[in-house]
């Protein structure tokens, strides 16, 4: 203690980077990584006038080829470009004053850009020269008259299949922790349990649905439960190869400080294990996805996958193009959401592994 | 040495332990590590253990950190035999082996969490922290520290807990010159301030002259204690002064390095 300034005044401690690092570079993941060179300069007129011009031309594009729709089909369609192209050009003159809103389209005026023009091919190859056959290949203007139009019961769907996806997770991640544990801890729980999860845990959980139906009371209960054993087998296949793995050095240092089994467990082999759990959380998350909308389309009446199997029953692709938007929307929101409770969780790593 | 060993209790005394592990080539045969050791460290005493690599420091050293078993002998810590790992034995590796998902801060007190003490002995922490020179470095994850800086936070991890003995498995052998030395006073100067005995394994034959009490000199296949050497040089020891210089030249003689070379190095 009395040489305390000596030590801390010696090179080696000066050397590395601060930790406030860790906070601040925690904002901007991606778009630093690119921009660093210049983060504050001015944006370039190609990048600034990509989105707007993207709009007009698949504006242009539509309007060329929607003469011979009544224009109440294609009216929210148009608008929707003539927003797009108000708020871009509005973006574009409030960019010089605010730097985080440059950085931002920076990055995200190519990606923009691409799915506008994106859009304008599809109408081009639908509507345009009618190269698909209808009425399977709607145009974008008829997907978003659907989506607008029957925003209602797909809001409804959208629920139903959040609170059911919510449920059958949530069951089969603790249940997949607990019994991931259990095997990665335990010898005698690894013996009889590995070859149960060997044996079962790749049956496709759709492939229960037939018993699932005879031996639950309700659809939802069952979809539920089939969700569950679809996320289950994952995670605690990760969790249970996480734990096993945990460095020997770690138990046997913790061992030397005092720690017992319930150290061990808790505070070593499950954080260091933890980088695999979340391996395993998200690909049950997209197992859990497919054995949703399956089950949905089967056998409960409610929910996305009932409704695009409901709207194809009536021919109304539109509605089933409108429901595969939601669908996209509604699953990659849960994958980014994970993503985020996984940096949240794993700061610890950044720096030590690429994310 | 043995005199005092009987009286304090946070004396090592080990005697006539060996061990064997299953050959990696045919699992039914077993190959001698350690051949019938026998030593004792006095309470407060910084003994080094040196020899080529494979003789069985190692071993030794996982032994009396109870993380290993002996076949045979008798491993004692004062008077109590030494059966399972515990916190009155610290163990710091080469490897500082800090968990990567704690904050530098929470590597420190993580003894006291496994021992649940946490509470009572919070204010200690912050003492170790200085003790180690690392207070602005709480709030860090062990992957921003440098090699000398982690290995101060392994130290001070296992200093937290007051062990009677402090086994060092060549603490510093990964970290360059420059940054070893200042590390090696500062572990003289832990262990002047506090007294913990410590053992302290190493191939370092000037880390052994100048840190240590006694050295004992291994030789391998089987791992066996071939002599021990008191060091008589007064503190602080002077590396290049004439009497540290023949004592290296005395030990290089004993592990034939010196003249003919040894049969690891012909090969």
């Known amino acids: 203690m009395l040489q305390g300034e000596e030590v801390t005044g010696c090179p080696e401690v000066s050397r590395p980077a601060p930790p406030s690092h860790l906070t601040s570079g925690q904002t901007q993941p991606e778009s630093d990584a690119i921009h660093a060179v210049a983060p504050a300069s001015k944006l370039r007129w190609r990048t600034q006038l990509a989105v707007p011009i993207a709009a007009l031309l698949a504006l242009g594009v539509h309007l060329l080829f929607s003469k011979r729709v009544p224009p109440v089909e294609t009216h929210s369609y148009t608008l929707l470009f003539w927003e797009i192209l108000g708020v871009s050009i509005v973006l574009a003159i409030a960019q010089p004053f605010w730097t985080s809103l440059r950085r931002w389209m920076r990055h995200m005026c190519p990606i923009f850009t691409a799915a506008i023009l994106l859009l304008g091919v599809w109408d081009v190859i639908t509507l345009g020269f009618q190269l698909l056959p209808l009425p399977y290949f709607p145009g974008p203007a008829a997907v978003l008259r659907s989506l607008i139009n029957d925003r209602a019961l797909l809001l409804d769907s959208t629920w139903h299949s959040l609170v059911l996806l919510l449920s059958g997770y949530t069951l089969g991640v603790i249940a997949g922790l607990i019994s991931g544990i259990c095997i990665g801890w335990s010898t005698p729980v690894r013996y009889w349990g590995m070859p149960v999860l060997k044996v079962v845990g790749p049956i496709p959980a759709t492939a229960w649905i037939p018993l699932a139906m005879v031996v639950s009371p309700s659809a939802i209960v069952s979809a539920a439960g089939l969700i569950a054993l679809a996320v289950w087998f994952p995670v605690t296949m990760l969790t249970a190869s996480g734990i096993s793995n945990t460095r020997a050095s770690y138990l046997d240092v913790a061992r030397t400080l005092g720690a017992g089994r319930g150290y061990l467990i808790f505070r070593v082999a499950i954080p260091a294990a933890i980088p695999n759990i979340f391996i395993g959380l998200f690909m049950g998350l997209g197992a859990s996805f497919l054995t949703l909308v399956v089950a949905e389309s089967i056998g409960v009446k409610s929910g996305l996958g009932w409704y695009v199997s409901w709207a194809q029953g009536w021919a109304e692709y539109g509605k089933v193009f409108a429901a595969l938007v939601i669908m996209a929307a509604f699953f990659s929101t849960l994958m980014t959401l994970l993503f985020k409770v996984r940096d949240r969780v794993l700061v610890w790593q950044k720096g030590v592994i690429k994310w | ?267």
């Open chain 2, 1 to 267: 040495m043995v005199a005092l060993a009987e009286t304090e209790a946070s004396s090592l005394r080990i005697q006539q332990v060996s061990k064997s592990f299953p050959a990696p080539e045919d699992p039914l045969t077993r190959r001698p590590a350690l051949s019938n050791i026998s030593f004792s460290v006095a309470a407060g005493e910084l003994v080094s253990l040196i020899g080529p690599s494979g003789c069985g420091k190692s071993t030794l050293l996982r032994l009396l950190a109870g993380l290993d078993f002996a076949d045979a002998g008798e491993l004692l810590i004062g008077s109590e035999p030494i059966s399972d790992p515990s916190a009155e034995r610290g163990l710091v590796f080469q490897d500082p082996n800090l968990f990567p998902w704690l904050t530098v801060r929470r590597n420190i007190q993580a003894g006291l969490v496994a021992r649940g003490v946490l509470r009572e002995k919070r204010e200690e922490v912050n003492e170790f922290m200085r003790l180690v020179g690392l207070g602005s470095f709480a709030n860090a994850y062990p992957h921003h520290l440098s090699g000398g800086m982690a290995q101060r936070v392994a130290l001070a991890r296992a200093l937290i807990n007051h062990p009677k003995v402090l086994l060092l498995d060549e603490p510093l052998g990964a970290l360059d010159a420059f940054t070893r030395m200042r590390m090696q006073d500062e572990v003289l100067r832990l262990w002047q301030a506090r007294r913990t005995t410590m053992l302290l394994v190493t191939h370092d034959i000037d880390e052994a002259i100048y840190m240590s009490d006694h050295i004992m000199i291994m030789t391998p296949r089987p791992g066996r204690i071939d002599r021990t050497i008191s060091v008589a040089l007064d503190r602080p020891r002077q590396r290049s002064s004439p009497d540290f210089l023949r004592l290296r030249g005395d030990i290089l003689e004993f592990i034939h390095f010196a003249g003919n070379a040894s049969t690891e190095n012909k090969s």
